[in-house]
């Protein structure tokens, strides 16, 4: 598996706290994801980054925001956790030259009471 | 926004028998569509992927076969094994990782 890890792997946490997720890679790789995975949806883009401070929205983004200040990492935040946002959290990264090829984190399970 | 549509959402084979699961997509910029196995509890890894240049790519007991004109793709697994059972997911998009799009997953189980 490529270089990446996400933590936590495991968050229970309560209505309306902020919530932080983080995905590292040790593969200097340009391009980093964040996907959610639900029964019936397969996987769907959060946000993703081309950069250093360099983001977009994906599908998804309404309810969370992204940063990266450094190349390896790629923080996804919730600022006021809901039920609706329990899921698996994937990261992803791939490199600028052949950026369709995505390789995934171990993922994230995210309970929201 | 784009949608890809996959089907069967369940498919079940003999072992040794063949598998095909079927992809359609509305992009017609699109130009990358890779394949994408997810075993139970584990993260999705990619299997194999085409680019819109080729019709047609094959990597042992997987190929994958790609209709432009149509806007479809298909995986086409040969002799499956138990160990093929898994969730498989197909997805469309750019070479530059944007627009990225997956279809809503086939879960293929290898009957022993």
């Known amino acids: 598996d490529a270089g990446i890890t996400q933590s936590p792997r495991h968050k229970v946490t309560e209505t309306g706290t902020p919530v932080t997720l983080r ?3 040790t593969e200097n790789h340009r391009y980093m994801y964040w996907y959610r995975q639900d029964p019936g949806h397969g996987l769907r883009l959060i946000h993703y ?6 983001t977009d ?9 992204v940063s990266r200040s450094k190349t390896e990492d790629f923080l996804l935040t919730l600022e006021s956790a809901t039920s609706s946002q329990t899921s698996v959290y994937f990261c992803a990264i791939s490199e600028a030259e052949r950026a369709g090829e995505q390789f995934f984190g171990p993922g994230t399970r995210l309970t929201v009471l | 926004g784009e949608n890809v549509e996959q089907h069967p959402s369940t498919l079940s084979v ?3 028998d063949s598998a095909v699961i079927k992809c359609t ?3 017609s910029a699109s130009n990358y569509f890779p394949w994408y ?3 139970l509890g584990k993260r999705p890894q990619l299997i ?3 680019r819109s240049n080729v019709g047609e790519k094959k990597d042992q007991r997987i190929a994958v076969t790609l209709n432009k004109t ?3 793709f298909s995986l086409h697994i040969t002799e499956t094994q138990p160990e093929d059972s898994a969730v498989y997911f197909c997805a469309e998009g750019d070479n530059y990782g944007q627009n990225f799009v997956f279809g809503p997953g086939t879960r293929l189980s290898v009957l022993p």
């Open chain 1, 23 to 25: 995905c590292h890679q």
């Open chain 2, 37 to 39: 196995k997810q075993e």
């Open chain 2, 25 to 27: 997509y509305s992009d």
């Open chain 1, 49 to 54: 980054s081309y950069g250093v401070k360099d």
């Open chain 2, 70 to 72: 149509a806007k479809h």
């Open chain 2, 14 to 16: 003999q072992e040794g």
């Open chain 1, 57 to 65: 929205k994906g599908e998804v983004s309404d309810g969370y925001s």
């Open chain 2, 48 to 50: 194999i992927d085409i």
